[in-house]
Nanobody, 122 residues
Framework: QVQLVESGGGSVQDGGSLRLSCTAS????????MGWFRRPPGKEREFVAL????????LYADSVKGRFTISRDNPTNIMYLQMNRLKIEDTAVYYC???????????????WGQGTQVTVAS
């Protein structure tokens, strides 16, 4: 089981930026896929972005495309989510996840972090 720890959440004004981090307890291997998901208040958890660790292929939800960027740092096993031009509707608990399938389907991911709160205010 992989331990995932998110950090970097907080409160920001509409139009601002935040960078989330997800630290994995072990080095991702060739098939690893890591993703970001979020649960807005009163809603179901939804896909945000994902990345294949080796190769760097990425996929984004339409709602964040062009504003959010997923990246990783190989030596430290850290995945990032740079969030720019934040909107009130981006308010949610953000989770990182670890799996081996390049998919937006949440049930395909094996390990999850505890989540970090992002609040965007007007």
């Amino acid at each position: 089981q992989v331990q995932l720890v998110e950090s970097g959440g907080g409160s920001v004004q509409d139009g601002g930026s935040l960078r989330l981090s997800c630290t994995a307890s072990q080095r991702p291997y060739s098939r690893s896929v890591m993703g970001w998901f979020r649960r807005p208040p009163g809603k179901e958890r939804e896909f945000v972005a994902l990345m294949r660790w080796h190769g760097g292929s990425t996929l984004y939800a339409d709602s964040v495309k062009g504003r959010f960027t997923i990246s990783r740092d190989n030596p430290t096993n850290i995945m990032y989510l740079q969030m720019n031009r934040l909107k009130i509707e981006d308010t949610a608990v953000y989770y990182c996840a670890w799996g081996t399938q390049y998919t937006t389907v949440q049930s395909a991911y094996d390990d999850w972090g505890q989540g970090t709160q992002v609040t965007v205010a007007s």
